[in-house]
């Protein structure tokens, strides 16, 4: 056998090299402003894509499966030794694979298959794995799913009370994937207190807002807290869990051997990396500028006839109801793709259409903060928006927009990207 070749990417496989670069070229010429995505950093990324990778390390720190896992050790300690401290918890796991195993470890750690869970329905606004019939956790468990207000599409918590009375869950999620208001985690403890359940907050969509102080945080108030690593964070794709003492034990059985094998070393890095950049200054003002940027264009969404669920936002989100714009929410998510604005069409609440082609289209503002982009560029955005909306069958009219955008990025170089 010959010795292993050792080229780069584009001689070893061009075609990859090429679809790569084709995206770092979208992501530096299009707005995204999808909710759940962001820019990692160059050390972020460098972290990640580090011989890490090659490591297998079943086990937790000191206890592994495997021999020679001394750097290992220090990385995943260091990580969660600065999670600690940035979120201010008694215990992290950082070995779950993204969001949803992290959400489904709760669930093995503390539930049989059958027993009562509640969890904000999909419809309104909360995520697949907090019950929704679709998903797993909707099927393995007896999922209660509380709502939004008609008159306001905020969560109603005097349903949730209600609900959780009547049903008695094992355990109750507070946390959203689609709703643009401030959660009141001491309201949901009260109640999960009343019926004797287990309050999980799932903060993977504001998890850098809380450490940022843009947003409350459920850590010490949840009994578990469970995240994604990127989104607002700006880490890796890799999954976290925060919880009280108390529930260590149960929470790193369940993630290992529960539900997976070996961690993913180079994500863990990765995350340990993020959490040393999200404890500077800077990720502060960043945390409070994607508010601010949120605030500033649902206001101008809302001066141009666009229906903005809830008539604003606290986070880093909105829902908007383009109805009135004579449009889908698909119709309109497919021109503004083509227009350089990207986001992703979206039920609202009570919405009367199809998920897969809903009324709305959800908007966030934390990957265009982290290029630098202020209340300037979102009102330009509104207009941009505007003008696809008027007319979004109109060629000519999407790629005069998408020259625009395109002119304004060169300006707000993204992070992480090599653009030549």
């Not at 160059?42 to 990778?53: D, I, N």
């Not at 195993?101 to 909360?126: H, Q």
Request: a neutral charge; proline letters at 5%; charged letters at 20%.
């Amino acid at each position: 056998m010959g010795p292993f070749t050792d080229k780069p990417l584009a001689e070893s496989d061009p075609q990859i090299a090429r679809l790569i670069a084709g995206e770092n070229r979208l992501e530096h010429d299009k707005i995204r402003l999808i909710a759940s995505e962001n820019y990692a950093s160059r050390a972020v990324m460098e972290a990640t894509g580090s011989v890490l990778a090659n490591k297998y390390s079943e086990g937790y720190a000191h206890k592994r499966y495997y021999e020679g896992q001394q750097v290992i050790d220090e990385v995943e300690e260091l990580a969660i030794s600065r999670l600690k401290a940035l979120f201010g918890a008694e215990h992290v796991n950082v070995q779950p694979y993204s969001g949803s195993p992290a959400n489904l470890a709760v669930y093995f750690a503390f539930c049989a298959p059958g027993d009562t869970i509640m969890g904000l329905a999909l419809p309104a606004g909360g995520h697949l794995t907090h019950g929704h019939s679709v998903s797993i956790t909707g099927k393995y468990f007896k999922s209660v799913q509380y709502g939004v207000r008609k008159t306001d599409h905020r969560i109603d918590l005097d349903e949730v009370r209600d609900l959780a009375r009547q049903h008695r869950p094992k355990l109750l999620w507070c946390g959203t994937t689609a709703y643009p208001r401030t959660l009141d985690f001491p309201a949901f403890r009260a109640i999960a207190d009343e019926v004797g359940a287990l309050l999980v907050a799932d903060m993977a969509h504001i998890a850098g807002l809380v450490c940022g102080g843009a947003h409350p945080s459920p850590v010490g108030i949840a009994d578990v807290v469970t995240s994604t690593t990127h989104k607002t964070f700006r880490g890796p794709r890799g999954g976290m869990i925060f919880c009280k003492a108390a529930h260590a034990s149960a929470i790193d059985k369940a993630v290992f051997p529960g539900l997976q094998g070996g961690p993913h070393n180079h994500v863990t890095a990765g995350i340990a990396v993020a959490a040393c950049e999200a404890a500077r200054p800077e990720f502060k003002a960043y945390a409070r500028g994607v508010v601010e940027n949120a605030k500033a264009l649902a206001s101008a969404l809302a001066e141009r006839g666009f229906g903005v669920v809830t008539g604003g936002t606290d986070n880093h989100l909105m829902l908007v109801d383009v109805t009135s714009r004579g449009l889908t929410g698909k119709q309109l998510a497919q021109a503004l793709d083509k227009a350089g604005l990207v986001l992703n069409y979206n039920s609202v609440p009570f919405d009367p259409r199809k998920p897969f082609d809903p009324s709305g289209v959800r908007i966030g503002t934390p990957a265009v903060t982290s290029r630098g982009m202020g209340t300037d560029v979102m009102l330009r955005i509104a207009e941009w928006m505007d003008r696809v909306a008027k007319d979004a069958g109109s060629e000519d009219n999407l790629a005069k927009v998408a020259r625009e955008v395109k002119e304004v990025c060169a300006k707000y170089p993204a992070p992480g990207l090599r653009v030549e």
